[in-house]
Nanobody
Framework: EVQLVESGGGLVQTGGTLTLSCAVS????????IGWFREAPGKEREEVSC????????YYRDSVKGRFTVSVDNAKDTVYLQMNALKPEDTAKYHC????????????????WGKGALVAVSS
């Protein structure tokens, strides 16, 4: 059974830091590009970042560049999203997902995703 399980969400003040974890199981870690998207009430889903395994490259949406960082622990099959300098507009449920491909032009074929972790940033 494929599972992506997020953890690490919470409430933080503006300018604070949170690190989300995504534990992956049920498929070979290198078979998919692993990314993050977020959903907030009244807003469209936003793709936040994605780690392209074959290129060893991470892509970020413009609004989080310089603040968010993705890291990977291959031994633990876990992907992390460190979020610094958080802003109220970052408030959302964050999901990790397995894409067949992600790159500069977009994220394609999201095959699996987790239930999400809530991030709330107070002003």
């Amino acid at each position: 059974e494929v599972q992506l399980v997020e953890s690490g969400g919470g409430l933080v003040q503006t300018g604070g830091t949170l690190t989300l974890s995504c534990a992956v199981s049920g498929f070979t870690f290198g078979d998919y590009d692993i990314g993050w998207f977020r959903e907030a009430p009244g807003k469209e889903r936003e793709e936040v970042s994605c780690f392209n395994i074959s290129r060893n490259t991470t892509y970020y949406r413009d609004s989080v560049k310089g603040r968010f960082t993705v890291s990977v622990d291959n031994a633990k099959d876990t992907v992390y999203l460190q979020m610094n300098a958080l802003k109220p507009e970052d408030t959302a449920k964050y999901h990790c997902a397995a894409y067949e491909l992600c790159g500069r032009t977009g994220y394609y074929a999201m095959d699996y995703w987790g239930k999400g972790a809530l991030v709330a940033v107070s002003s």
